[in-house]
T-cell receptor, first 114, second 112 residues
Framework: DAKTTQPTSMDCAEGRAANLPCNHS???????VYWYRQIHSQGPQYIIH???NNETNEMASLIITEDRKSSTLILPHATLRDTAVYYC???????????????FGQGTILTVHP | DGGITQSPKYLFRKEGQNVTLSCEQN?????MYWYRQDPGQGLRLIYY???????QKGDIAEGYSVSREKKESFPLTVTSAQKNPTAFYLC???????????FGQGTRLTVV
């Protein structure tokens, strides 16, 4: 799986958009970008994933650059409950030596302030 | 109500004892995973299984063992060979293919 790089921590004001970046410069053509978040002492929760087109669901939007070397997760109106660790993962689902593995990095600690 | 269940939520054991953590899912998922998380750290993969009766070592398998005798169950045994077993343990499952993983609520193991 391609390695990802995320900032260690970020702050955001409540009600504003939170933009969380992720670099994945070694991503290959058939690898997807996944985002999860983990609220303190709970299991991670899936947020969104994409291949090359921008994606949006009820939780967030995912913007992937044209060269696919980076992406941004956008929480459009952050609330205090969005305070969590956000993980960006890149993986190939279809084969290769890492087939089946799901590897998480350190993630970004997002703190939403009142 | 489908989901993935880990039990117990908190577990205390004496040093030198083996302990088994339970993970059960009723989502009919083929793949299951065990992770370890230390304070302020990300998740590290211990073992994973893509199908019944088959499992693979993750990045930190030493001192741990697993079994996958049934599709819905993937118990993790923390053996006395694990030098620093106190941690938060998370189990996950997913269908093979382009799908997300579902996580349990975790078991916090404390060895004294």
């Amino acid at each position: 799986d391609a390695k990802t790089t995320q900032p260690t921590s970020m702050d955001c004001a409540e009600g504003r958009a939170a933009n969380l970046p992720c670099n994945h410069s070694t991503i290959s053509g058939n690898e997807y970008v996944y985002w999860y978040r983990q609220i303190h002492s709970q299991g991670p929760q899936y947020i969104i994933h994409g291949l090359k087109n921008n994606e949006t669901n009820e939780m967030a939007s995912l913007i992937i650059t044209e060269d696919r070397k980076s992406s941004t997760l956008i929480l459009p109106h952050a609330t205090l409950r969005d305070t969590a660790v956000y993980y960006c993962i890149v993986r190939d689902q279809a084969g290769g030596t890492s087939y089946g593995k799901l590897t998480f990095g350190q993630g970004t600690i997002l703190t939403v302030h009142p | 109500d489908g989901g993935i269940t880990q039990s117990p939520k908190y577990l205390f054991r004496k040093e030198g004892q083996n302990v088994t953590l339970s993970c059960e899912q009723n989502l009919n998922h083929d793949a299951m995973y065990w992770y370890r998380q230390d304070p302020g750290q990300g998740l590290r993969l211990i073992y994973y299984s893509q199908i019944v009766n088959d499992f693979q070592k993750g990045d930190i398998a030493e001192g741990y063992s697993v079994s996958r005798e049934k599709k819905e169950s993937f118990p993790l045994t923390v053996t006395s060979a694990q030098k620093n077993p106190t941690a938060f343990y998370l189990c996950a499952s997913r269908e093979t293919g382009y799908t997300e993983a579902f996580f349990g609520q975790g078991t916090r193991l404390t060895v004294v």
